[in-house]
T-cell receptor, first 113, second 112 residues
Framework: DGGITQSPKYLFRKEGQNVTLSCEQN?????MYWYRQDPGQGLRLIYY???????QKGDIAEGYSVSREKKESFPLTVTSAQKNPTAFYLC????????????FGPGTRLTVT | DQQVKQNSPSLSVQEGRISILNCDYT??????FLWYKKYPAEGPTFLIS?????DKNEDGRFTVFLNKSAKHLSLHIVPSQPGDSAVYFC???????????FGTGTSLTVIP
């Protein structure tokens, strides 16, 4: 079954700790994305990657970092510099950057206390 | 600043009736629009799209209408079914851009 997996579904961390969210896809897609969703707001783009070893900042990249060492994997690290890290994080992929349809994972809810 | 807005956070409709979900955008450069559907504990899934060269696109029970002059699009679901109960997001993109901008979502409940 092709798709996107995100783990874990729920994640709890103490303030001041970095945390890495996993995203894996087996759709053979070149482009991958990380979004953040907060109550009352739409999905906001954190980072995107067009191809392996390349990634670009989205609208709200501050306090986050990513890597794209493999086509299948696009992990997101929420650093201690992110002022409001508690949110729902969604990973997505598409065949290419200009592709009009993105496929989403089930999301990870991160709670930082 | 929210470039794509869905002003109705929720909508309830009787089974068999029409559901109309609305979306407004501010950026006149947007020329491609999509609707996504999201069930709880799942990621959004693509539903239907429309480009700015059209004003209507149909796919089964789902029709999207685009009014470029009003910067408004709507999703019609006819007839509505209980399985349609979900959160619906609209999204917009400019052909020159690298990203989609999403609305805040409308939670649709179809009452049996």
């Amino acid at each position: 079954d092709g798709g996107i997996t995100q783990s874990p579904k729920y994640l709890f961390r103490k303030e001041g700790q970095n945390v890495t969210l996993s995203c894996e896809q087996n759709l053979n897609h070149d482009a991958m994305y990380w979004y953040r969703q907060d109550p009352g707001q739409g999905l906001r783009l954190i980072y995107y990657s067009q191809i392996v070893n390349d990634f670009q900042k989205g609208d709200i990249a501050e306090g986050y970092s990513v890597s794209r060492e493999k086509k299948e994997s696009f992990p997101l690290t929420v650093t201690s510099a992110q002022k409001n890290p508690t949110a729902f994080y969604l990973c997505a992929s598409s065949m290419e950057l200009a592709a009009l349809e993105q496929y989403f994972g089930p999301g990870t809810r991160l709670t930082v206390t | 600043d929210q470039q794509v807005k869905q002003n109705s956070p929720s909508l309830s409709v009787q089974e068999g009736r029409i559901s109309i979900l609305n979306c407004d955008y501010t950026n006149s450069m947007f020329d491609y629009f999509l609707w996504y559907k999201k069930y709880p504990a799942e990621g959004p899934t693509f539903l239907i799209s429309i480009s700015s060269i059209k004003d209507k696109n149909e796919d089964g029970r789902f029709t999207v209408f685009l009014n470029k002059s009003a910067k408004h699009l709507s999703l019609h679901i006819v007839p509505s079914q209980p399985g349609d109960s979900a959160v619906y997001f609209c999204a917009a993109s400019a052909i020159t851009g690298n990203q989609f901008y999403f609305g805040t979502g409308t939670s649709l409940t179809v009452i049996p």
